[in-house]
């Protein structure tokens, strides 16, 4: 199978916590509210760089009249997690009415019952234009607990102005000459498969064993002070300032600090890179959960989804967006980081779903080697 249609069967989460009780009713038809509060991550919607225009929150206040709060609050999902968890426990959202988080956070999400059931009749355009390979993960068979926002490709963003040489390598990260100027993810599928990728493992079908040694090579680069920090979305701020030389990033924001740097470069190392899903969810107690049922339904619309797609430059879960932006920039409807071709999606790997106990004890160890 291609990484899109293996990604789509696999969950991710192994439940740690341990129990089900997904919500089992449907959000019920309601009226649109004039506010709606969507949590995200930074430089992950499209933005008019001159004017600063919201261009899809402005365009869904044109169409329903819906002020958008638009939280740009998630750095990393166990970080992220850990913020919500107790209000999202007692049914209470802290007022978000919608969140997006990675695939293995979206599954533990609908396992503890933290989100609800979408109503997919008030969904025509998610029905009409999710691409197929998506439609069934195994976490959520029928899409009944959250929507694809965009695909990610985790690889190499670098410096091409302090680095002696153009990195190819995920083992890159590694060269002494960058000691105390590399940074890695504190996203443990992301910089564990990368890891495991540069020690010739698969990260796809290997074994506990070898995960505990791409942990200890990445607990040993730590201590010696090899990588400077471990992060979630601010490394944006350390390769920006030149802190970080070589990091382990996602593509989407090499492609937008590229805008205002170019010397900034994002590349799939030769290895292989790592590929997962980012998934919109409507947590429990939502003050405004069919609204949010209908944003979700609103960027399915391939007109509305290509400027999400040509700004974010990650790879779109929308039928019909290439076939738009083609027409206006063909060689950006070529991009192989919105639209991998089967060629490249060989090298694209999904981290293994793990057991339970397997999970806790590859979660334990790479949380005590990145010091969280």
Same mark, same amino acid.
């Given at each position: ?6 990604? !789509? ?66 750095? #990393? ?6 913020? *919500? ?11 978000? #009415?919608?969140?997006? *988080?990675?695939?293995?956070?979206? !599954? ?55 680095? =002696? ?35 010739? =493992? ?11 040694? !791409? ?50 470069? &994002? ?10 899903? #980012? ?10 959960? &069919? ?37 206006? #920039? ?8 919105? &639209? ?22 590859? =979660?334990?160890? &790479? ?6």
């Amino acid at each position: 199978m291609s990484a899109i249609a293996w990604l !789509a069967a696999c969950g991710g989460d192994s439940g740690i916590e341990g129990g089900t009780k997904k919500q089992s009713k449907v959000i019920p038809k309601g009226k649109i509210s004039d506010t709606l509060y969507f949590s995200n991550w930074p430089l992950y919607i499209d933005v008019d760089d001159k004017t600063k225009r919201r261009g899809t929150l402005d365009k869904f206040k044109k169409q329903y009249g819906t002020t958008v709060k638009y939280v740009e609050e998630i750095n #990393d999902n166990d970080e992220f997690f850990g913020k *919500v968890r107790q209000q999202y426990a007692q049914g209470n959202s802290g007022g978000r #009415d919608l969140h997006v *988080v990675t695939d293995w956070m979206s !599954a533990r999400m609908i396992r503890l019952g933290y989100v609800q059931k979408l109503d997919k009749a008030q969904m025509p355009n998610v029905e009409k234009n999710l691409l197929d390979t998506l439609r069934h993960p195994d976490y959520d068979r029928n899409r009944d607990y959250g929507i694809p926002w965009q695909g990610i490709q985790a690889g190499i963003i670098y410096r091409r102005d302090k680095v =002696k040489r153009t990195p190819k390598s995920v083992n890159d990260i590694f060269d002494p000459a960058y000691k105390g100027k590399t940074t890695m993810l504190t996203e443990m599928p992301d910089t564990v498969g990368l890891v495991m990728l540069g020690m010739g =493992k698969d990260p796809e079908t290997g074994s506990v064993d070898d995960m505990l040694a !791409a942990i200890d090579k990445i607990d040993k680069a730590s201590k010696s002070g090899q990588v400077r920090r471990f992060t979630g979305n601010e490394y944006t701020k350390d390769i920006t300032k030149g802190d970080s030389w070589l990091i382990y990033g996602w593509s989407g924001d090499a492609v937008q600090l590229e805008a205002d740097n170019p010397n900034i470069k &994002f590349i799939q190392p030769e290895e292989g890179w790592m590929y997962s899903n #980012d998934i919109m969810q409507v947590p429990v107690g939502a003050p405004h959960a &069919f609204t949010a049922e209908k944003m979700i339904d609103f960027v399915y619309r391939p007109e509305i989804q290509a400027p999400i797609a040509a700004y974010v430059n990650y790879v779109t879960p929308v039928k019909g967006v290439k076939e738009l932006i083609e027409k206006d #920039d063909p060689e950006l409807a070529n991009s192989q980081l919105i &639209f991998p071709d089967a060629e490249t999606l060989k090298r694209a790997k999904i981290f293994k779903t793990l057991t339970p106990g397997d999970e806790r004890k590859v =979660k334990s160890a &790479f949380q005590k080697a990145i010091g969280a």
